[in-house]
């Protein structure tokens, strides 16, 4: 059974840098796009950032050029590292693997507070 694993959330000030990480178990992790989405207090999800299984990247304006998304594929992980963290980017952040042979699942999310 498929199961994702978030860590490495937290606290941190503004313009401080953290890096999440997304263990995947189970089979299928290097042919499905694998993403990092976040909610917000009284917001919908939003896309942050994904990766395709060829290391293709798509990223959320709002994080392009602070955040980046990796994977390896040995390890069964995606990764989101986040630098310049801004108030704003406090959110619950969530894995996501997707693939049409597979579906879709999620992750339990990690909490990530940006505060002075």
């Known amino acids: 059974q498929r199961q994702l694993v978030e860590s490495g959330g937290g606290l941190v000030q503004p313009g401080g840098s953290l890096r999440l990480s997304c263990a995947a178990r189970?089979?299928?992790?290097?042919?499905?796009?694998m993403g990092w989405y976040r909610q917000a207090p009284g917001k919908q999800r939003e896309l942050v950032a994904s990766?395709?299984?060829?290391?293709?990247?798509k990223y959320a304006d709002s994080v392009q050029g602070r955040f980046t998304i990796s994977r390896d594929n040995a390890e069964n992980t995606v990764y989101l590292q986040m630098n310049s963290l801004k108030p704003e980017d406090t959110a619950v952040y969530f894995c996501?693997?997707?693939?049409?042979?597979?579906?879709?699942?999620w992750g339990q999310g990690t909490q990530v507070t940006v505060s002075s």
């Open positions: 990766i395709t299984s060829g290391g293709n990247t």
């Open positions: 996501s693997l997707s693939a049409t042979i597979l579906g879709n699942y």
């Open positions: 189970g089979s299928g992790f290097s042919i499905a796009t």
